[in-house]
């Protein structure tokens, strides 16, 4: 396998596709936060005061996935937070614990990029290769 990397972008009539890759699950949920986010704003050097706790809970791991990226989403659009990085606690089949960090969207207008309007469930898949994780998630813009 090449160099890790966190994601690529693929296209997608009308919309953008992201294919995610983590080594764990718990990368796999972090990467995929950053991939939304990397496509939303410039998060090169970004830091920030803002911490904040998030348990979702869902049926099963890929409706969990999209909760996840909706619950952050939620954050951007109501509280104008931009999470430039994720840490998940605790991963299970149907809950993730885990803290995302970020800024105050306000201070960074400028590097707003990209509107998300949601994750979708196109085409979503969890697969497990014999060194990673990898999800293809469609974000509808």
Do not use: C
């Not at 090169?44 to 999209?66: Q, R, S, W």
């Not at 996840?68 to 989403?73: K, N, T």
């Not at 969207?105 to 309007?117: D, G, P, Q, Y």
């Amino acid at each position: 396998m090449q160099p890790f990397k966190r994601y690529e972008q693929f296209p997608h009539t009308a919309d953008i596709g992201v294919r995610v890759f983590g080594r764990t699950l718990n990368e796999l949920f972090e990467n995929a936060a950053f991939a939304m986010f990397d496509v939303l704003a410039d998060l090169e050097g970004l830091k920030g005061p803002i911490v904040k706790d998030i348990e979702i809970t869902a049926p099963n791991k890929e409706e969990l996935l999209i909760a996840w990226l909706d619950e952050l989403l939620y954050y951007f659009y109501t509280k104008s937070i931009v999470f430039y990085e994720f840490k998940i606690d605790q991963l299970t089949d149907d809950m993730v614990k885990a803290k995302a960090f970020g800024r105050d969207a306000a201070e960074n207008k400028n590097r707003l990029k990209t509107e998300i309007k949601g994750a979708t469930y196109y085409n979503l898949k969890i697969r497990k290769t014999d060194d990673y994780y990898k999800v293809d998630i469609v974000f509808d813009v």
